[in-house]
């Protein structure tokens, strides 16, 4: 017996050399742990503070301590899905049905009675449109040479202004 407790004293051990050393190191300094107790919860805070987002979300679920967001959302889709069930199906008649359906198609129109209208529709199934370049330059030549009653406002407030100034 006596050389099994020898032969386990003598161990070798990484970092002390044999078993004995490392446990004589470890009663030396167990002896020191009540000076220490006061920095147990800040150090294990700041501890967790850093590995804590390294933890996988996996392992947080099955411990408990976050939940399933999977879960949630197929409770959420569950619920909808009750109430979907619940609701009652309305039936529409045919010809409401077929209204609804052509809704955005609007009227049709098959007359077109104006000599305009009858030269666009020409030229929106040709795709010219050299007609409108009279109109375009008609309306330009009128936007960049102004009439005679078009500055009318702007005589107006010179009048008003000189009026101010002639009251200061």
Known sequence: MATLT????????????TLQTATTFTLAKSR???RLAGWVLPLG?????????????EWK?????????????KAVEEAKAKELAKKTVVELPVEVMAKVEGAYKGEEVDEVTAEEDLMLVKAAGTGDFTYLEEQWEAFNDKAIRPGEDD??????????????????
């Open 45 to 57: 805070v700041g501890a967790l503070w850093f590995i804590w987002p390294a933890v996988d979300d």
């Open 61 to 73: 679920q099955e411990m408990g301590f976050k939940s399933d967001p999977e879960a949630a959302l």
């Open 6 to 17: 020898r032969l386990i004293r003598t161990l070798p051990l990484p970092l002390f050399g």
């Open 32 to 34: 020191a742990l009540p």
């Open 151 to 168: 500055d009318d406002d702007d005589d107006d407030e010179d009048e008003e202004e000189e009026e101010e100034e002639e009251e200061e």
